[in-house]
């Protein structure tokens, strides 16, 4: 890679993410052999009406108030901080209120307050991790990201050894709101000391107003609505349907599949926490490079995944779970295909333009929507994946095209380089060396 700060942060974030992913894939296997498929069916119905409740509540500004710090913006900062936190806060929990009584209704309604008060952590936690990457070294956003999975694992982990492998999902709900809770407090704090520390304010910087702030971020949101749309459409789908087995098999199938894409997250992450607001003479570079990179190895990962699925699947979860098998082997491609569009998409965020994001994401939704109509009374899952493939690789092509036709660009190669290959063989053994395994 050649800009070492990048560099840094993208190898710090990717062996987060990998740490992460470990995590979470026995925390996925803990849970389902805790609940059983009915009760991670009820469970996955509960986190997805949260986790859309929190995405919809963002309203863009941590995004954009990173975007604004790290370029030469003069601006009061912690002002917009509590007011975008206040925004998330209030939004997020009657969201969920109204995606129980509407999709889940009769079976998630003994917990409506829980489901509500997690939502709300939820979205403050989510708001706050993304503001972590006002510091682009990005060890304070690893720490978060990992300390919430970790703390869970072992919290399940207990209730596991405790209950005999017995247990309601509730208990499970309110784990999650203890250990998010406690997360979003230590977050909070070191947000607000840092929105003053470890910045210097040039005199030739620009002074911008609330509402120069409140723009960019509801461009993002746009965006970002989009995406929360594009990628829990299939789950939405799901949830009307309201069995809670089908519901389980698909969560737990499309959880699996976004842990191969962490790499590529990694990726995007760091990208956007370097470049965001700043000098972008080396974005393209680093960006192309970057998804030439990472993009054909982990589909070669995908393909070994779902290859194996029909063996890994039944054989870790058991032999209930065994129809996770097929929707997994779809949706790791297409975690694949979307991680590296997103990849490229950076150009556009980390270079200010987030109206292309937006127009990516608005090409994709199409087929996405069309296929809906033609659900199938049966095998609804390995359907809907495969609609969400297609949405992907739509959402790739769109992104592409892009670069030629708007930004007068050579359009991204798929393949790396000779050059590139090289640059991150010398980049891995650089760090192995610094972290004394080489």
């Not at 005999?164 to 997360?183: F, K, P």
């Not at 809907?384 to 007068?408: D, E, N, Q, W």
Request: hydrophobic share 55%; with cysteine.
């Amino acid at each position: 890679m050649s800009d070492s700060s990048f560099s840094g942060s993208w190898w710090r974030t990717l062996t987060g993410g990998i740490f992460l992913a470990i995590v979470s894939f026995f925390g996925s296997v803990l849970t389902a052999r805790l609940l059983g498929t009915e009760g991670r069916g009820m469970l996955a119905a509960a986190l997805v009406i949260v986790g859309i409740a929190a995405a919809v509540a963002q309203l863009g500004f941590a995004s954009s108030i990173v975007y604004h710090r790290g370029g030469p913006f003069q601006h009061n900062f912690r002002s917009t901080f509590l007011i975008g936190l206040g925004a998330v806060v209030c939004v997020a929990g009657p969201l969920a209120w109204i995606g129980v009584t509407t999709l889940f209704e009769s079976r998630l309604q003994p917990q409506v307050y829980t489901v509500a008060g997690l939502a709300t952590l939820t979205a403050a936690f989510a708001y706050l991790t993304t503001l972590s990457q006002i510091s682009a070294d990005l060890k304070v956003f690893n720490l978060l990201r990992n300390a919430v999975a970790l703390m869970m694992l072992i919290c399940v982990s207990a209730v596991m050894l405790l209950e005999n492998g017995i247990a309601q999902y509730d208990w499970v709900l309110n784990l999650q709101i203890t250990v998010t809770g406690l997360a979003t407090l230590a977050a909070a704090f070191w947000i607000w000391k840092a929105m003053t520390e470890g910045r210097q304010v040039a005199t030739d910087y620009k002074a911008i107003k609330f509402s120069a702030v409140a723009i960019y971020a509801g461009h993002q949101h746009i965006t970002a609505l989009i995406g929360v749309l594009l990628s829990n459409i299939d789950k939405i789908v799901i949830l009307e349907i309201g069995r809670p087995d089908e519901v389980g098999f698909y969560a737990l199938a499309f959880a699996l599949s976004r842990q191969i894409a962490m790499v590529q997250d990694s990726v995007s992450i760091s990208l956007f926490s370097r470049y965001a607001g700043k000098d972008n003479s080396t974005l393209s570079e680093n960006v192309l490079k970057a998804f030439r990179t990472t993009f054909m190895p982990m589909l070669i990962v995908s393909t070994l995944a779902a290859l194996a699925s029909p063996w890994m699947i039944p054989t870790i979860f058991g032999s209930a779970f065994a129809a996770c098998a097929l929707p997994f082997s779809i949706l790791a491609f297409e975690a694949v295909i979307g991680a590296g569009s997103w990849t490229l998409a950076q150009r556009f965020n980390a270079g200010g333009r987030p109206g292309l994001v937006a127009l990516r994401q608005v090409t994709s939704l199409l087929p996405v929507f069309i296929g809906i109509f033609f659900l199938p009374e049966q095998d609804e899952s390995s359907y809907l994946a495969s609609l969400m493939l297609l949405g992907s690789f739509t959402r790739l092509l769109a992104t592409i095209l892009i670069y030629p036709l708007v930004l007068k660009e050579p359009p991204p190669r798929l393949l790396p380089t000779k050059q590139d290959l090289l640059s991150i063989q010398s980049f891995v053994r650089h760090r192995l060396s610094r972290s004394g395994l080489q």
